[in-house]
Protein backbone atom coordinates (compact mmCIF):
# COMPACT_ATOMS: atom_id res chain seq x y z
CA UNK A 1 0.00 0.00 0.00
CA UNK A 2 3.12 2.45 -0.29
CA UNK A 3 2.23 5.74 -2.27
CA UNK A 4 -2.19 4.58 -2.17
CA UNK A 5 -4.01 6.41 -0.85
CA UNK A 6 -7.79 6.24 -0.43
CA UNK A 7 -8.81 8.00 -2.73
CA UNK A 8 -7.72 5.99 -5.73
CA UNK A 9 -10.07 3.65 -4.52
CA UNK A 10 -13.90 3.09 -3.45
CA UNK A 11 -14.17 2.59 0.14
CA UNK A 12 -15.04 -1.05 -0.51
CA UNK A 13 -12.09 -1.61 -3.05
CA UNK A 14 -9.63 0.21 -0.57
CA UNK A 15 -11.24 -2.34 2.40
CA UNK A 16 -10.30 -5.31 0.20
CA UNK A 17 -7.05 -4.37 -0.73
CA UNK A 18 -6.92 -3.53 3.11
CA UNK A 19 -7.37 -6.57 4.23
CA UNK A 20 -5.30 -8.63 1.76
CA UNK A 21 -2.18 -6.45 2.20
CA UNK A 22 -2.57 -7.05 5.98
CA UNK A 23 -3.06 -11.01 5.77
CA UNK A 24 0.08 -10.99 3.32
CA UNK A 25 2.17 -9.25 5.85
CA UNK A 26 0.92 -11.61 8.78
CA UNK A 27 1.16 -14.51 6.42
CA UNK A 28 4.61 -13.41 5.63
CA UNK A 29 7.14 -14.51 8.05
CA UNK A 30 5.34 -18.02 8.49
CA UNK A 31 5.94 -18.73 4.41
CA UNK A 32 8.70 -16.94 3.43
CA UNK A 33 11.33 -16.73 6.16
CA UNK A 34 11.60 -19.86 7.90
CA UNK A 35 15.43 -19.93 6.57
CA UNK A 36 15.51 -17.23 9.52
CA UNK A 37 14.66 -19.98 11.69
CA UNK A 38 16.21 -23.12 13.24
CA UNK A 39 14.36 -26.05 14.57
CA UNK A 40 15.36 -27.07 18.41
CA UNK A 41 16.99 -30.89 16.97
CA UNK A 42 19.22 -29.00 14.21
CA UNK A 43 20.68 -26.87 16.86
CA UNK A 44 21.24 -29.74 18.55
CA UNK A 45 23.13 -31.37 15.90
CA UNK A 46 25.26 -28.40 15.21
CA UNK A 47 26.12 -28.33 18.94
CA UNK A 48 27.36 -31.81 18.65
CA UNK A 49 29.49 -30.66 15.73
CA UNK A 50 31.13 -27.76 17.62
CA UNK A 51 31.52 -28.96 20.99
CA UNK A 52 34.17 -31.71 20.39
CA UNK A 53 36.42 -29.08 18.52
CA UNK A 54 35.64 -26.87 21.88
CA UNK A 55 36.92 -29.24 24.05
CA UNK A 56 39.91 -30.26 22.54
CA UNK A 57 40.80 -25.95 22.40
CA UNK A 58 40.22 -25.96 25.68
CA UNK A 59 42.48 -29.03 26.26
CA UNK A 60 45.72 -27.72 24.50
CA UNK A 61 47.71 -25.36 25.76
CA UNK A 62 47.87 -21.48 24.90
CA UNK A 63 50.32 -21.06 22.02
CA UNK A 64 52.53 -17.99 21.92
CA UNK A 65 49.97 -15.73 20.47
CA UNK A 66 51.11 -12.25 20.75
CA UNK A 67 48.19 -10.65 22.96
CA UNK A 68 47.97 -7.47 24.01
CA UNK A 69 46.05 -5.30 26.28
CA UNK A 70 43.02 -3.37 25.10
CA UNK A 71 43.76 0.64 24.40
CA UNK A 72 47.66 -0.27 23.45
CA UNK A 73 49.06 0.15 20.21
CA UNK A 74 49.12 -3.84 19.85
CA UNK A 75 51.85 -6.16 19.38
CA UNK A 76 55.18 -5.68 18.63
CA UNK A 77 54.77 -8.73 15.97
CA UNK A 78 52.31 -6.60 14.27
CA UNK A 79 55.24 -4.06 13.32
CA UNK A 80 57.72 -6.70 12.48
CA UNK A 81 55.06 -8.17 10.20
CA UNK A 82 54.69 -5.02 8.58
CA UNK A 83 58.48 -4.42 8.24
CA UNK A 84 59.11 -7.67 6.38
CA UNK A 85 57.42 -6.25 3.75
CA UNK A 86 58.85 -2.68 3.79
CA UNK A 87 55.85 -1.55 5.15
CA UNK A 88 55.15 0.61 8.36
CA UNK A 89 51.94 1.80 10.46
CA UNK A 90 50.61 5.90 9.24
CA UNK A 91 51.14 6.58 12.67
CA UNK A 92 53.96 5.62 14.50
CA UNK A 93 54.01 4.35 17.77
Known sequence: MVGVTAAQYSDEEFREKLTRDIQEFSRSPVQKELWDFQRADMVEAGWRVVEPVLDVWN???????????????????????????????????
Open 59 to 93: ALPPRDFPNYAAGTWGPMEADDLLEREGRQWRVRR
